[in-house]
């Protein structure tokens, strides 16, 4: 990766714009890629598939994010940033056609697909991007700045999208259709800002490779407890973007859209708004914070399905998003701490993984009991199997943290 030379004032003034519009281009289409939350309901409704088909839908968008994550998702460290993101964009634009044009199960499956891999090109990238433009922009200055901005983009992208499209499916008519055409008019614009920004990386010629995996030998059953915690803290958002909203119109007998979104919103907007104010927290602490917020969300959740109770739901939602966001965080700590500073972005591709393969296989699991037994012993079960994951693994979390 080779940065730009440090450039005089004006072109610094570039840097620092260009450092807006790849964070709002992030996230729009990171809002984008969550859009669909609280819509499934009305999937269903219309063509008659229960949550099961929900959570494939689902697990389409995770192993689409898998798969670009380890085929392209570093490519940009070689071609450039812009090279990527703007393609990056589009494959969710496209994913947004599919969307407008066929509503069937096989489109939802398709246009799901497609943003995951937009989404598995972008995450890293545009969180590069940003760094390197903040630094380029105010050089010297720490990171923290578009550290902030980019879990904002990031987390508080994803809640965005599910709260305007929430809001759009509720309010203004149409609802499989205009929440669609706002967002590809927003990442239509934000295609034609990243070509704005400056570009930070000077493209080379290597030899391709897949994304590596490594994991720390002298640390192994540390860096697995941490994969095991992260695999449970995205199982968790995972549960809220595509089986959330069902709960909330089915067993608490809350149809509005806007509050299907709201609560998606509220989930993503606890983890960002905790990575942000825990930002300096001692590892030790932030793992403790958060997985005892996220505990007591998961218990919380359980009990108002159960009641039912939607106060303690959105209680519960807040807590759970908070506790995950933070959790996360520190399993990103843990594995950055463990990893030698030469293998690190293969150690956290290794937690990212376990991350994202638990944003799939255990709600897959859950969309499968919902189907044998009801929906409140299903979302029991789900919540011992995550809470007997982090009690199997938390002692060595906290070994030498």
């Known amino acids: 990766m080779i940065i730009e030379a440090l450039p005089p004032r004006t072109t610094s003034r570039r840097h620092g714009a260009g450092f807006w519009l790849v964070a709002y281009t992030f996230a729009v289409t990171m809002g984008f890629s969550a859009a669909p939350a609280p819509l499934y ?32 998702g570093h490519v940009s460290d070689w071609v ?32 799901r697909f497609l943003s995951g891999i937009s989404i598995g090109l972008l995450t890293a990238t545009a969180t590069a991007h940003l760094t390197e433009l903040h630094l380029a922009a105010r050089p010297g ?62 493209a080379t010629r290597v030899r391709y490779h897949p994304q590596r995996v490594s994991v720390p030998p002298h640390a192994r059953a540390r860096y697995l407890a941490a994969g095991a915690a992260a695999l449970a803290e995205f199982a968790v958002f995972g549960m809220f973007t595509s089986l959330a909203p069902g709960f909330l119109a089915n067993t608490l007998h809350q149809h509005s859209h806007a509050l299907a979104g709201a609560s998606v919103f509220a989930v993503f907007g606890a983890a960002a708004v905790a990575q942000i104010v825990l930002a300096r927290t001692a590892l030790r602490r932030l793992l403790a914070t958060g997985l005892g917020l996220l505990t007591a ?10 009641l039912p109770s939607l106060a303690l739901f959105l209680l519960g939602t807040v807590l759970a998003g908070a506790g995950a966001g933070a959790g996360f965080k520190a399993s990103v700590g843990i594995v950055l701490g463990l990893a030698p500073s030469e293998s690190r972005g293969e ?46 693994v938390v002692r060595r979390l906290f070994r030498a943290s």
Do not use: C
């Not at 219309?46 to 994010?65: I, N």
């Not at 993101?85 to 499956?109: K, R, T």
């Not at 990171?143 to 203004?172: F, K, Q, S």
């Not at 149409?174 to 669609?180: C, I, K």
């Open 41 to 72: 309901v009305l999937y269903q409704a219309k063509d008659g598939f229960g949550p099961f088909t929900v959570t494939l839908v689902f697990a389409a968008y995770a192993l689409g994010v898998i798969a670009s994550l380890f085929v392209a």
């Open 80 to 111: 450039g940033r812009r090279r990527v993101l703007v393609p990056a964009v589009l494959v969710n634009v496209l994913a947004g056609i599919v969307f407008l044009a066929w509503s069937a199960v096989p489109a939802l499956l398709t246009a």
């Open 141 to 202: 200055a720490s990171r923290t700045r578009a550290d902030v901005v980019a879990t904002a983009a990031n987390l508080g992208g994803i809640g965005l999208g599910p709260l305007v499209a929430g809001l759009l499916a509720e309010y203004a008519g149409d609802p499989l259709h205009v929440p669609y055409l706002v967002f590809q008019v927003l990442m239509l614009i934000g295609a034609l800002a990243v070509t704005l920004a400056p570009e930070t990386v000077t």
């Open 297 to 306: 969300g998961l218990v919380l959740v359980t009990v108002a399905v159960w």
């Open 347 to 392: 150690a956290l591709s290794g937690l990212f993984l376990a991350a994202y393969a638990g944003l799939a296989v255990p709600v897959l699991a859950l969309g499968v009991a919902t189907q044998a037994v009801d929906v409140r012993i299903a979302l029991a079960g789900f919540t011992v199997a995550l809470l007997a994951i982090l009690a199997t």
